[in-house]
Each structure stands twice: as C-alpha cells, then as structure tokens.
C-alpha cells in the first residue's frame, strides 16, 4: 500500500496530464454527438417544412387515349412561388402542339402563389388519336421552381418523353368508374320518381284479391267434380 502510494506521489502529474487528456477527449465526443443531434434535428424540420412537385402524365379512367399532366405536391410543406417553364427537345411541331395544349390551362402561364402539401392541379388535355405518331415520338421538358416556407428554393426538371406509352392499352372500365356510372343512373332514378317525372310499377296484391282468387277456385273445383260425376254417371249407363 505504501509503494503504491508513493508511485501516485511520484507521477502525480502524468496522471494529471492524462486525466485531462481523457476529460478533453469526452467533451470533445460530446460537442461531436451534440452537433449531430443538432444538425439530425434541422434536417428533420427542414423535411417536415419541404416541399416537393411531382409532374406526371396521366391518362383519363374512361379514355386512355385522352392524357394530361398531373401537378402534384408529394412533399409535407407548402411550395410557394411555383413557375413552370416548358421546352421541347424532339419532335418538331408535334412537342410544340403537345406544350400548347398543355399549357392552355392558366397557372402554367401565371404560376402558383401557394401550393399546400397534398394538393394537385391538372393541365389541359391532348388526344393521342390527333397526329398519334407524331405526339408518340415526341420528348418534351418542364421545369418547375419554387420555394418553400423557410425561403430555400428548389429547382427540378421533369423530362417527358411520349414514346414510354407506345402501346399501352385497357381492357375494360375501371371498377371505380363503373361504380360510379351505375350510383349516377340510380340517382336519377331516385330523382325522375321524386319528383313524379316517373311512377313505380308495382303490382298490388289485397286481401279482396286473394277472396276472388279462393271463389274462382271454389267455382272451378265443383265445375271439375260435377264432371267427374256427369263421366262416371255416362258410365254406369253404358254398363
């Protein structure tokens, strides 16, 4: 006990050097893990205030040959500020007519102020049937720019090109948009009777109905048995 405590008075300032040297690695772990969390923190609020468009093509459930684009915003804040801007890369006068078209609806001219998070708008629409090969060849570009509640500016391009729907077909109506052709028809049912625009067919049946059905089958059965004995009475007079 003794030796070990001389050797502690001996080299009581190594020791001392290293215990610093150990409290200064530790706070320099614990200002590296507290930077981490701060900056893990940030990043977890900028994604729950960032936005994010999403412009996809998309045809009508009733007709696949009838398509427009689909403005969507798949992100958790509010874009504000939105701006489209559109080029046409290949395709000649079909691109330009397919942007015309596209573009006919107004905020692709004038933009959108806020665009909540969810929310989704659609352009006008094109028929693939009008110039078909040439809209199918076509490959068109749009940027959208805008900018989110915290002020940081996004920037993405959409690259559309027309022929990765070469050949797509349907088979059918959707389940979905039958469904609502048919509760559209009976609600005008609903309504034409409502409003006596038509009348139920229905047939009644009283309880006078049901005594002049037992008397029409009473008078059939005695006419049925006098002549079941007007036969076995001929019979008898033959033997």
């Given at each position: 006990m003794g030796d070990l405590l001389v050797l502690l008075?001996?080299?009581?300032?190594?020791?001392?050097?290293?215990?610093?040297?150990?409290?200064t690695l530790a706070t320099v772990v614990y200002a590296g893990l507290t930077w981490k969390l701060v900056t893990e923190t940030r990043l977890m609020r900028e994604v729950q205030t960032e936005p994010k468009i999403e412009v996809v093509l998309k045809s009508l459930d009733f007709a696949l040959h009838i398509v427009r684009l689909h403005i969507q915003n798949v992100g958790f804040g509010p874009a504000q500020e939105v701006r489209f801007a559109f080029q046409a890369?290949?395709?000649?006068?079909?691109?330009a007519a397919l942007i015309k078209e596209f573009s006919e609806t107004?905020?692709?001219?004038?933009?959108?102020?806020?665009?909540?998070?969810?929310?989704?708008?659609?352009?006008?629409?094109?028929?693939?049937?009008?110039?078909?090969?040439?809209?199918?060849?076509?490959?068109?570009?749009?940027?959208?720019?805008y900018r989110s509640a915290l002020g940081k500016h996004y920037r993405d391009v959409y690259i559309l090109d027309m022929s990765e729907y070469k050949g797509s077909y349907q088979l059918g109506k959707?389940?979905?948009?039958?469904?609502?052709?048919?509760?559209e028809k009976l609600q005008k049912s609903i309504d034409q009777i409502a409003t006596g625009s038509r009348r139920l067919k229905i047939d009644v049946y009283s309880?006078?109905?049901?005594?002049?059905?037992?008397?029409?089958?009473?008078?059939?059965?005695q006419e049925f048995a006098a002549k079941q004995r007007q036969r076995a009475e001929s019979s008898g007079d033959e033997a």
């Open positions: 008075n001996n080299n009581a300032g190594a020791l001392s050097v290293l215990f610093s040297a150990l409290v890369i290949s395709g000649g006068s079909s691109a107004n905020f692709f001219k004038v933009g959108l102020a806020h665009f909540g998070a969810g929310q989704e708008r659609f352009s006008h629409y094109t028929q693939m049937t009008q110039d078909h090969d040439g809209k199918i060849a076509s490959v068109i570009s749009i940027e959208v720019t959707p389940h979905m948009y039958s469904v609502a052709q048919s509760l309880s006078e109905d049901r005594e002049v059905e037992r008397q029409e089958m009473e008078e059939y059965r």
